[in-house]
């Protein structure tokens, strides 16, 4: 390997969003800066190139978006087009050639990176690694196209087991067999607080000292299960007449469900409900009952300044072990997740979980400390997912129970809990994971690289026959059809017939037809073909046959004779160009094209851009418009000299 470091780029959410994505990103491209055994850089989705934050940085931050107005405006006059350009692939592939990166981690979606990325033959030359969410079954064809044309790493077991299962179904061999690497989380900002600092937060936000708080923080999608949450809440007060039990929500209410409507229509309390409300102006973070978006701080007096929390108007990574502090237990309710990783920071700072044990949460439920919230699998509709529906009552349950349990056994639980997070997502030991893996890499060669992606078939390559197995047929696809990377299938294919005693000849035979039907002339301009002189140009244009090329020779003498001061162009295809080479008068061949079968189009029809000024089409009768098969008497061309122009006479 070069002594040169590899340039290792992450291609996820930018860090300043407050994102599942971008928590790992960070906690990722900290570890691997730490280690320096590698240039960085970060290429951030959803982000415009000009964005000044993308400067705060160690590593070189690209962002993906165009910071040009007009451009932005034509991307959005296609919705699909705007999409995936947010998601970043429109300008990927430059990014990798500009920079000459040599590892790129996609960290995303399964729809954020777009077919033509992972089957485009650029990006197989260099060291991609997919690290795909997987969350739902059954996987969609796309996740296996995407592991055999990456290094596929999923967030969870549960996705990796799935995509297992399916490869080995449809017996597909990807070169890199499918792992698990979870997401990363920087320890170090989630830790349990101390029990004082527990009393002096529920003080300052008056809360009682003695109500147990159930936490969720999550984004406002529809895939968490707010609704359940709450109903589950609802009954649990409703059973409990007595309970002081509380639900803290970190997340916004300004999307997904309507969680006002939500608490109406279920009879709960507001004051039962609380919130994390953020100040755009000083980011101090409030926690109490949720009052509508724009209150005033009370912390620096600004007017309309607080809401609640949001992907861009958060609590710092520092300070969420507080969010989690003030709390008792967190609940973790989802149709289904790449990884959640409200379950790992909860977890990290010493609260119990209950969760669903559907997607990633089977990775959960290792840990014998953690509740199980069973679900029944529902179908998505449209996309026929399938989806976990939370049993209410497992969530009453441990709702009861941990209101029940002696503060220092929940604290016992909690810690055992933390401990097994340590073990699976601290982000030392994922980074270490990822470092494995990265230094099997080896430098891109860039100046081998063809970032165009457009194939040269060569029907001419001349195989080496000596070669065997799979080296003779990689040599086929990449001679004949420009080929470096072929497909596991093909060559299976290809190798079982020559197994079989298909000749070696037979097979490159094949090869070379499939070239031929694949090479794309390129365009020309006829002037550019026409004879170096001052003469005029005769056309004649005869596409086939050989017989008729043949024939038409006894015409070419009356034609130089009527037109002596005329180079005379035989317009054919080219396989008959031998027919015509050596008459002394043809002075040009040119290749045939139907544009060529236009005389208005090729002598500019009283325009001054004709490329001829005298147009034959000796076989128009024969080859285009039969005119004499209901005639006994034949008619054939010939010239009469006299009269300088073409007649008919019978014979």
Aim: hydrophobic share 35%.
């Amino acid at each position: 390997m070069s002594s040169k470091k590899l340039k290792v780029a992450i291609w996820s959410n930018a860090l300043f969003i407050k994102t599942g994505l971008s928590r790992n990103a960070k906690a990722l491209l900290k570890e691997l800066y730490k280690s320096g055994k590698y240039e960085l850089f970060h290429y951030c989705s959803g982000v415009s190139e000009a964005d000044s934050k993308l400067n705060m940085y160690p590593w070189k931050t690209v962002g993906c978006l165009p910071s040009s107005q007009h451009e932005m405006a034509e991307l959005n006059s296609d919705p699909n087009r705007a999409r995936m350009a947010s998601y970043g692939n429109l300008k990927i592939k430059d990014f990798v050639k500009d920079n000459e990166i040599d590892v790129l981690i996609a960290s995303d979606d399964l729809w954020a990176v777009g077919e033509d990325i992972y089957n485009s033959e650029w990006i197989k030359d260099i060291n991609f690694f997919f690290h795909c969410t997987l969350d739902s079954l059954p996987l969609i064809e796309t996740t296996k196209n995407a592991a055999m044309n990456s290094n596929f790493v999923s967030w969870a077991k549960f996705g990796e087991t799935a995509l297992k299962k399916d490869l080995e179904k449809y017996n597909l061999k990807p070169k890199f067999d499918p792992i698990t690497i979870h997401g990363a989380i920087e320890s170090e900002h989630f830790h349990p607080i101390t029990q004082m600092e527990k009393i002096e937060l529920r003080r300052k936000f008056n809360i009682d000292q003695d109500s147990t708080i159930f936490v969720y923080v999550a984004r406002n999608q529809l895939r968490k299960k707010f609704d359940s949450l709450l109903q589950a809440f609802a009954s649990h007060k409703k059973q409990n007449p007595s309970s002081k039990s509380k639900i803290l929500l970190h997340t916004s209410w300004t999307e997904g469900w309507n969680l006002n409507r939500l608490i109406d229509t279920l009879g709960i309390d507001r004051n039962d409900i609380l919130t994390t409300h953020v100040c755009g102006a000083c980011k101090t973070f409030e926690i109490k009952p949720y009052n509508g978006e724009g209150q005033n701080c009370r912390f620096c007096g600004t007017e309309k300044s607080q809401g609640s929390a949001s992907i861009t108007n958060g609590v710092s990574d520092e300070e969420m072990k507080y969010i989690y502090g003030i709390a008792d237990a967190g609940i973790s309710l989802f149709t289904s997740g790449g990884m959640e990783i409200f379950n790992i920071e909860n977890l990290m700072c010493g609260n119990m979980l209950a969760t669903i044990g559907y997607s990633c949460g089977e990775s959960y439920l290792s840990c014998k400390e953690i509740t199980e919230i069973r679900h029944t699998p529902t179908r998505e509709i449209n996309s026929c997912f399938i989806k976990a529906e939370p049993n209410i009552n497992d969530v009453v349950k441990f709702m009861k129970k941990v209101e029940e349990m002696n503060p220092k056994k929940r604290r016992e639980i909690g810690l055992a809990g933390r401990k097994w997070a340590l073990g699976q997502f601290d982000s030392k030991v994922v980074a270490e994971k990822w470092i494995k893996e990265i230094d099997k890499c080896n430098k891109v060669d860039f100046s081998k690289i063809r970032f165009d992606d457009n194939k040269s078939p060569n029907p001419s390559f001349q195989p080496n026959f000596n070669l065997e197995g799979n080296e003779f047929i990689k040599s086929l696809y990449s001679g004949f059809l420009d080929s470096h990377h072929p497909d596991d299938q093909g060559m299976a294919h290809w190798n079982e017939r020559l197994t079989n005693g298909e000749p070696k000849e037979q097979i490159a035979q094949i090869f070379q037809q499939i070239a031929a039907k694949d090479v794309k002339p390129e365009p020309i301009d006829i002037r550019d073909l026409l004879p170096k002189n001052d003469k005029k140009n005769l056309f004649f244009v005869l596409k086939e046959s050989l017989g008729d090329c043949i024939i038409s020779l006894s015409l070419l003498e009356g034609a130089r004779l009527s037109y002596p001061n005329h180079n005379i162009n035989i317009v054919t295809e080219p396989k008959f160009f031998d027919v015509f080479r050596g008459c002394e008068f043809v002075d040009n061949l040119i290749p045939f094209s139907p544009m060529l079968e236009n005389e208005m189009a090729v002598i500019g029809a009283g325009k001054d851009d004709g490329i001829c000024d005298v147009f034959i089409l000796p076989a128009i009768a024969t080859q285009k418009h039969l005119n004499y098969l209901s005639n006994s008497q034949p008619e054939m061309l010939e010239v009469n000299n006299n009269n300088e122009d073409w007649t008919l006479q019978t014979r």
